[in-house]
């Protein structure tokens, strides 16, 4: 892609986005990675996993993870940051959903048993939940 100089063409909104994804993550793993997000951060330069990055944000801004010496108290770019994040780490979160449906049908479990374990009332919602899951998890072609 191109770089964006031209005062008169529209930015490339889909690289603005992956470049404030990143940056997001970049951002959140630097200032409240800890253990082994720290570790790998601080060794080998890999970020926190997007969804490991908004949960850390959201703990500490609520108080329910208290900061650790030295580790800066969150902001409003901490926060933006990770609603930055959001959309990325629910893809995760419905492909790895998305999967289990897979293996929990493959393995003979009806669509029953599958609603109950996900705490729907019926057959047919777990059936749907499985299908909006399936086509916003398929690869774009």
């Not at 997007?50 to 926060?79: I, K, M, W």
């Amino acid at each position: 892609m191109e770089q964006h100089d031209d005062a008169f063409t529209p930015p490339d909104a889909r690289r603005a986005r992956r470049l404030r994804t990143h940056e997001a993550l970049l951002r959140i793993t630097d200032r409240h990675a800890r253990g082994e997000h720290r570790t790998r951060w601080t060794d080998q330069g890999m970020p926190m996993p997007p969804g490991d990055a908004v949960r850390a944000v959201a703990d500490l801004a609520a108080g329910s993870v208290v900061p650790q010496e030295g580790e800066p108290a969150v902001d409003q770019d901490d926060l933006t940051a990770a609603l930055t994040l959001v959309p990325w780490a629910r893809e995760e979160f419905d492909q790895v959903e998305a999967g289990l449906l897979r293996m929990a049908k493959g393995r003979g479990m009806t669509w029953q048993e599958i609603a109950f374990g996900l705490g729907l009332g019926t057959s047919q919602a777990a059936r749907q939940r499985h299908e909006r899951l399936s086509r916003r998890v398929a690869p774009d072609t």
